[in-house]
């Protein structure tokens, strides 16, 4: 029987590669290149525009960027369910009845929505699913923190998913993909949260000061305060960093296009309240 190994991230798929290889298993990796803690999810091209409105906030492209931007740079995967279909014809053609897909997560809120993504586009094809249940690297639940030597280690904890269970997983992500809410994040006991997109925007206001800052080192700080389980990439945080400059919140000293080329600060909230009432 063949392995598909199945992960979200360019960086997953290279730390398991790694793993598979020094074990001297060819098996296939196959990641879908999104991150799933954020935007729409009921439409692929609605989906795609979010992660277009993302990208241009940052100018040296992070992994998080870089994953996706191998699709965007393909005119017939403007769609970023386009993975997602070219896994389905894969199977396909491999065989279903002789194929096990591993769908590796690692209890973020990220891989909470993936693992029933997985099952939507999967359990219809007959595949035979397990789920590689990895635990967290210091505190932090991603599949890419752990070293290629320790992921190996996760394989032997792989559960099988009867086809119920995975279609009870698939339904439960239509309900999630029907949700408005754009940010999704898992709580200690690993049940997924709905909040609104400016969820953390007093996290980075917290880390403007009154004094002018480089913008990517306002991220930084932001990515450190954030909670393990729920990692915000910086393109995510960019974003929010321009929405806040938009709404008066946050000063900048220059065009705000590139991440690397301006500074911010805190506006007083009097200036803020001021400008909201122009």
């Known amino acids: 029987m063949a392995d598909i190994h199945l992960v979200d991230s360019e960086s997953a798929k290279g730390c398991l590669r790694v793993a598979l ?114 635990k967290p690297f210091r505190g932090v639940h991603a599949v890419a923190a752990h070293s290629p030597q320790s992921l190996v280690g996760f394989i032997a904890d792989a559960v099988p998913l009867k086809w119920v269970e995975a279609m009870v997983l698939a339904e439960e992500f239509l309900t999630i993909a029907a949700r408005t809410e754009l940010l ?34 306002v991220i930084g700080n932001v990515m450190e305060r954030t909670d393990s389980r729920n990692g915000l990439g910086d393109a995510f945080i960019a974003f929010r960093i321009r929405q806040l400059i938009a709404a008066g919140r946050i000063e900048s000293d220059g065009p705000t296009r590139y991440i690397r080329h301006y500074l911010i600060r805190r506006v007083p909230p009097c200036s803020a309240l001021v400008k909201e009432q122009e």
């Open 184 to 217: 999704r994040e898992c709580d200690a006991r690993g049940r997924l949260q709905f909040k609104p997109i400016s969820a953390h925007d007093d996290i980075i206001l917290e880390c403007c000061s009154s004094q002018w800052k480089p913008v990517i080192r």
């Open 21 to 134: 290889q020094a074990r001297g298993l060819a098996d296939d990796v196959f990641c879908i290149q999104d991150s799933l803690s954020y935007g729409p999810l009921a439409d692929g091209r609605e989906r795609m525009r979010f992660w277009y409105s993302l990208y241009e906030c940052i100018e040296e492209p992070s992994v998080e960027a870089i994953d996706q931007a191998s699709v965007l740079g393909r005119e017939e995967q403007a769609d970023s369910f386009a993975p997602w279909r070219a896994l389905q014809s894969a199977v396909a053609l491999m065989g279903a009845e002789s194929l096990r897909v591993l769908i590796w997560d690692s209890g973020s809120g990220s891989d909470y929505v993936f693992l029933r993504m997985a099952c939507h586009w999967l359990a219809p094809t007959g595949a035979q699913l397990w789920q590689v249940p990895v």
